[in-house]
């Protein structure tokens, strides 16, 4: 299947027991950094179905789970995403859209190859060891919209 010009990030967050949202984020294994859920977009799939086929793969959220749009969107560099200009010399970056996918309290989750440990935590604990700005910003609006 070809890849779609789009990368996604999804953010799985989960009511706590210290009644406060939790996230989960993910250690990457060819990487000593922590993140959300990431990848790109296959053949004619939406951001959204391509948020839910990789939050399926990577951890085993099922795909009827409840996603919130985000507003927040970064860009990618495409050689950072394929290594080359996949979509054309002209093509240098790619959007980044991001949701949040709430996951049952109790629930496990399974890792993939990707990535080699995950940990529920504190928005304060995140947003200090997440690697990526994007994964920051879309914490930060995730955060900000429970808030509310």
Partial sequence: MSRAPFQVLILP????ER????????????GDYWQFIAGGGEGGETPTDAAKREALEEARIPSISKYISLDSKSTIPVVGVTGNFT????VFVIPEYTFGVEVDYGSTLHLSKEHTEYKWVTYEKAVTVLKWDSNKNALWELNARFAQ
């Fill in 13 to 16: 967050f989960r009511y706590g």
């Fill in 19 to 30: 009644n406060e949202f939790e996230y989960a984020i993910f250690k990457r294994s060819d």
């Fill in 87 to 90: 979509w054309g010399e002209k």
